[in-house]
């Protein structure tokens, strides 16, 4: 049996967030969910795809699930969300994705 791709796994998670219980935007989800997968990767200096085979750490996953909200919140070139009324949200999220992707990142030299 073929394992689900991680972005469908986090899908359920990413709408917890989010407090969204339909399923109307699915799909824009999982293309945000893919982004932010693809973000951390090259963040953390990982291969592409790396974590649709190794597992996802608790930290990463909670930087993935905070970055596909944000893109969905903000789908309309805004801050929007819970702090839209805050002109640094949007900055305040990147410096938590970031801080919180560090901490699984490869320090190793690249060859």
Do not use: C
């Not at 693809?38 to 930290?59: I, W």
């Amino acid at each position: 049996m073929k394992k689900p791709e991680t972005a469908v796994l986090l899908l359920a998670r990413v709408k917890a967030n989010l407090i969204l219980e339909h399923g109307a935007d699915d799909d824009l989800l999982l293309g945000f969910i893919r982004a932010a997968l693809s973000y951390a990767e090259s963040y953390q200096h990982r291969p592409a795809g790396h974590y649709a085979k190794k597992p996802l750490p608790p930290t990463s996953e909670q930087a993935i699930v905070m970055l596909s909200s944000h893109f969905y919140e903000s789908r309309d070139g805004s801050t929007a969300g819970f702090f839209g009324d805050n002109v640094q949200a949007g900055q305040q999220i990147w410096n938590t994705v970031n801080m919180l992707l560090r901490l699984d990142r490869s320090w190793e030299a690249a060859i």
